[in-house]
Each structure stands twice: as C-alpha cells, then as structure tokens.
C-alpha cells in the first residue's frame, strides 16, 4: 500500500541501523508515548537494531490501559442498564474491571455494541429512538475530534438519546508527570504522531526547554521510528533540546485547525487520574456546559462502590515505564490476553499485549 | 487507538449532518470517511484516516524526507570517519554538521 510499504523497507533500516552507530557516543534513554509506537518497535526489533546503550522505553502511550479501573467499572454497571445500547471500540471489550469485562457484561444480557467510529455510535442512537445510547470516549487527542464531532453531529440532529462516557486524556501533562519523578531516566521523547496531526507541537516547546529534552514528533512505520530516534540522539549528541517533527508527511507545526476548534467546541480541560500515573491536573477532557445533556455521567447518576486492582498486575509500573512487560511475574503464566490481568494485555495498544504477540518465543527461548 | 491509516480519496459528497463526506481507499477495501477535517483534500489525495475520519492531508512534497534524512546521516557518518582518519578522532561527526 503507498505510504506504507516504502517506510518498511529492510535495507533501508539496516542502513539507519548503521547511521545511528556511528553517530551514539553515550548511553541514552528514549522514551515513547504511543502503543502504535510501541507495537511497531517490538513487532519490527527496532530496539534491538540500536546501538549499545540506547535504550526505548514504551511510556503510557496507551488510553485503555491508563484509565483508571473506578472508571472502567462505572463503564461496565452503565453497559449492564436494560435502557442503555453501550458502544465502544472493539478494543475495549476483553478489558478488565474490578470483577468482569464488557464480554461478561454482554454474556449476562448487556446489550454491547464495537463500533468502528463514534460517528457509527449517533447513527444507532437514530435508529433506535427508544434506547439509551452510551459511547465510552477513551482515548488521546488523537481521538478527541471525532468524539467531538459525534457530539456536534447528535445535537444537529436533535438526537436526545445520544451521550458519551467521557475517559479523553491528554498527553503533555503526563510527559510533565514523567519528568517530575524524581527517579526519572527519560532523556528525550519520541512524541505520537497522530496527536500532533490534530495538536501540532506549540505544546511541547516548553516542556522541552523547561526540562531539557529533545522531542521529537515521529511516525508508526520502522523507518519513521528508527529516523525519529536518530533525530532524537543527534540532538542529544548535539546538546540541543528542540521539538522536531520527522512525521512531516503527516503533520503541521500548527496542526489541524479544523480539529482543534471541533474540540474545542465540545471539550473543556480537566483533572484526570490515570493508571500508573494517579491523578494529574488538567491532564485530560470533559465535556463543556454548553453540551452537558450529552455527557452520561450527568445522565446516568451513579454512586460507585469502591473499586479495586487485581494486585497481581504490575500495569501501574509498566505504564511508567519502569517495568518490562517480560519482567512481571505474572506475564505468560497468569496473565495471558485470555485470561488478562489488567489492560495492557488485551488492548491493541497496550504494551503487554505487543509482547505476548512478538516476543514471547524470544522469552520462552531465554527461559528454556 | 491513534492508529491512522492512510488511504486514498476516490471522490466526495455531503452526507449526514451536512458534513462533507468521502469514498476512501485502503490498499482492496473502500469505506466512507468523514472529511470535515480535511477541507482542502480532493480527489487523488491520500489522507490519514483514524476512526472513520479523515485526520490529516499526506503531503507528497514531504513523503521521501525520510531517505533524505538517512542521506544526509550517511554522509555526516562517512565526513565524521575521513574527519577521524585524518585527525586521529573519534570518527564521530562534529555538533552543527553539514
């Protein structure tokens, strides 16, 4: 596929492989913010193809898997509601709360509905006028302007029985989270690429001059990492701490403007805990006043009962970064995407799972 | 979930809610996507499409940068190893290269 397939070339990444050697005089610790970038690496070995001494830390890149198990559960007692169609991306489903997952929920008579896009969401909510249709919004920027753009298109049409569960989260309050931790061993970003397309960059020139580190905006495919990462190190090497964007074919330093003015539109800035991280102020989106009959929290009161973490799942510190996913006890034994522990195991973007499906002979190999 | 595929735009029309709408490509398969986001691409483009909407334009001007960055890596890598022959160094390129 064009735009694809050239940015998979093997020779290519050797010859990358070859530059990056040349170039690494020291140690360095990069980090990555994105579960498509962290699927990438893994899938293709880009770690392994780095010099000595560079090393790739999959950060809290992947929405499912920050979101907070209190608000996973409240999404699974609202999907449980006689009255209610609950919608969500397919990646959800397998994910589990304190006691069940959406697939239980659906086993005992939820009606659960994946939906490829919100905007699929607000077209049941049109067909079915006597039912309840709840959307669960989790996600990055990237995913921001089409929720947003769900919410618009429902109050154009006057739809009344459309809302979300909103669980948006933005990424540079959890960058300045990283970096505030004491223990921190980030010295540069490899920032998500899709979350600048909508975003651009403004927001992360003063992280990078506050704290001294390079970022850079990458791409998904291996060339566009392994030249992320060369970007990256050569500005390290340099001692310069500059926001640049490799993703050029994709992203604009001002972002999409359409995009933003959606969100906006719909969304306003708030508080949000996450998975692994706690709770970082103004680190996530909720929707605004203006739009608050679409917001099912405001629907559908709830009083939540206390919540609680499988203890055995160590996602809170692979989340951070300060745990592989081969180095948790339970990983490949009692954790398995069949029977999960916590998220990162079964969502599409979650670190965990990039390894059971890319490393584990490797692991079994290291074992044996 | 930030998961953009890119695909190319077969024609457009308006559709639901008066947005503007397109038949969008991906390699065999073809599915409407939303291309409010998107207002200057027309047909023949290619765009990245995340959740049923269209992201972003790809610029073609810029699809090949990233062999012309490795390009100029080699040639800062080779200058670096003639720099550390001639100079007894460490082979490695200078801050400020070429």
Same mark, same amino acid.
């Given at each position: 596929m064009k735009y694809l397939d050239e940015y998979r070339d093997g020779g290519a990444a050797q010859r990358y492989a070859e530059t990056l050697r040349a170039l690494v005089t020291r140690p360095w610790t990069l980090m990555e913010v994105c579960g498509g970038q962290t699927h990438s690496i893994v899938r293709y070995g880009i770690d392994e193809m780095l010099p000595p001494g560079v090393t790739l830390v999959h950060g809290p890149g992947c929405p499912v898997c920050v979101t907070p198990v209190a608000a996973l559960d409240r999404a699974f007692r609202l999907a449980r509601r006689p009255e209610v169609i609950f919608t969500s991306f %397919?990646?959800?489903?397998r994910v589990p709360g304190s006691r069940d997952d959406l697939l239980h929920v659906r086993a005992e008579g939820g009606d659960v509905r994946v939906v490829y896009s919100p905007l699929d969401a607000v077209a049941i909510a049109e067909r079915e006028p006597g039912r309840e249709v709840v959307f669960?919004?989790? %996600?990055f920027e990237t995913t921001a302007p089409a929720n947003a753009m769900a919410v618009r298109l429902a109050a154009r049409k006057g739809l009344r029985n459309f809302s979300l569960l909103v669980a948006q989260v933005r990424v540079p309050p959890a960058l300045e989270a990283i970096l505030a931790e004491p223990a921190c061993r980030v010295q540069g970003f490899l920032a998500a690429g899709h979350v600048c397309a909508v975003m651009g960059t403004a927001e992360y020139e003063p992280l990078a001059r506050r704290h001294g580190v390079p970022v850079v905006v990458t791409g998904f495919e291996p060339l566009d990492l392994l030249q992320g990462t060369a970007m990256a190190l050569r500005q390290l090497e340099e001692g310069r701490c500059e926001v640049e964007i490799q993703y050029a074919r994709v992203v604009r330093p001002e972002g999409n403007a359409a995009a933003r003015r959606a969100i906006e539109e719909v969304f306003e800035v708030t508080d949000r805990g996450w998975r692994g991280l706690g709770d970082i102020p103004r680190s996530g989106l909720g929707l605004n006043a203006r739009y608050a009959a679409f917001d099912a929290e405001r629907r559908f009161p709830d009083a939540a009962p206390p919540s609680r973490e499988d203890p055995e799942c160590r996602a809170g510190l692979v989340l951070q970064g300060r745990l592989r996913p081969q180095e948790c006890p339970a990983f490949g034994a009692r954790c398995t995407p069949e029977h999960p522990l916590g998220a990162p195991m079964v969502s599409s973007e979650g670190a965990c799972a990039a390894y059971w499906l890319y490393r584990r002979r490797a692991a079994a190999g290291r074992v044996a | 979930m930030c998961l953009g595929i890119p695909g190319e735009v077969l024609e457009t029309h308006d559709g639901a809610g008066g947005m503007r709408y397109g038949t969008v490509r991906f390699g065999g398969a073809s599915r409407e996507v939303c291309l409010e986001f998107v207002p200057d691409a027309v047909v023949g483009d290619f765009v990245i499409v995340h959740v049923g909407l269209a992201l972003s334009r790809i610029s073609p001007e810029d699809a090949a940068e990233v062999f012309g960055y490795l390009e100029e890596m080699e040639t800062l890598s080779d200058l670096g190893a003639e720099m550390g022959e001639a100079t &007894? &160094?460490? &082979?490695i390129a200078g801050p400020g290269g070429p």
């Open positions: %397919g990646d959800m489903l669960f919004a989790v %996600g | &007894g &160094g460490s &082979g």
